[in-house]
């Protein structure tokens, strides 16, 4: 089953120092960091902050390619977490047909705020990201669960949403 989450802000690892996205359940408590590379998390907080760069960036450069294709993104969906990876599917459709496109969840986020599509996770993928090894890793302690999960406005800095 799929449940619709909303970015909820863009922020720096307090341990780490690396970017999370952080995804919040639409209807629920639900949370779900998502750690990025620097780059990745550039491209979304332009979105986030709706900046125009003088020459298209790749995300921006897809979605003028899906336009011209008449092609649109449906949604996004962070399908599955495996060895301490996310995977994500973006989901086009073009001439009544669907295609799923195998995605990085940073890449698919980027463009699922370009197209103003909903973005899904897997049920399963938020319960393994709970119990799995690589994400109690980077969230090894309750405290720190707690924090993410009780984030105000002011915590997520000028990349809130």
Not at 68 to 93: H, N, P, Q, R
Not at 107 to 128: F, Q
């Given at each position: ?125 938020l319960k393994v990201s709970k119990d799995s090894n690589s994400v109690s890793e980077k969230v090894n302690n309750e405290e720190l669960r707690k924090w ?14």
């Amino acid at each position: 089953m799929e449940i619709e989450m909303k970015i909820r802000g863009l922020m720096m690892d307090p341990m780490s120092n690396m970017p999370i996205v952080v995804l919040k359940d639409m209807s629920g408590d639900s949370v779900l960091p998502i750690w990025v590379g620097i780059y990745e998390a550039n491209a979304i907080a332009l979105e986030i902050e709706k900046v125009t760069t003088p020459r298209p960036m790749t995300h921006d450069l897809i979605k003028v390619l899906l336009m011209g294709l008449e092609a649109s993104i449906t949604k996004v969906v962070v399908s599955e977490l495996k060895d301490d990876t996310f995977y994500a599917l973006i989901w086009l459709e073009r001439n009544g047909q669907s295609i799923s496109v195998d995605s990085r969840p940073s890449d698919a986020l980027a463009l699922a705020l370009r197209h103003d599509c909903p973005i899904y996770v897997e049920e399963r993928v938020l319960k393994v990201s709970k119990d799995s090894n690589s994400v109690s890793e980077k969230v090894n302690n309750e405290e720190l669960r707690k924090w993410l999960e009780n984030l105000n406005e002011d915590d997520l800095g000028r990349y809130k949403m």
